[in-house]
């Protein structure tokens, strides 16, 4: 499984940005992120249906994941961006349900750099 993220970018708090994922194949799939000096953490995952979706508390209100399985594309829709949103984010695959733990998960893209400024 080939996992290709884009989107990122530079943006001023308060913005927004969308990431994408292109993926194929029926796999849950998560969006993970790692600001600098930090470990990786959870950001959002969705089932392959679509039809669940879990968020970490940090981007709960202001995120939303999704994705359009006819196009073998997960977005990741980001609003009211803050500096601390500032980090590499990665989507990745797992072949059954939603996981927020990064082991879990059994393909990984090469991550987009998301930049927010204050």
């Known amino acids: 499984v080939q996992l290709q993220a884009s989107g990122g970018g530079l943006v001023q708090a308060g913005g927004s940005l969308r990431l994408s994922c292109a993926a194929s194949?029926?796999?849950?799939m998560g969006w993970f992120r790692q600001a600098p000096g930090k470990e990786r953490e959870f950001v959002a995952a969705?089932?392959?249906?679509?039809?669940?979706?879990g968020y970490a508390d940090s981007v709960k209100g202001r995120f939303t994941i999704s994705r359009d399985n006819a196009k073998n594309t997960v977005y990741l829709q980001m609003n009211s961006l803050k500096p601390e949103d500032t980090a590499v984010y990665y989507c990745?695959?797992?072949?059954?349900?939603?996981?927020?733990?990064?082991?879990?998960?059994?393909?990984w893209g090469q991550g987009t750099l998301v930049t927010v400024s204050s």
């Open positions: 990745a695959a797992r072949p059954y349900g939603t996981s927020e733990t990064e082991s879990q998960y059994n393909y």
């Open positions: 194949g029926r796999y849950a």
């Open positions: 969705i089932r392959w249906s679509g039809s669940s979706a």
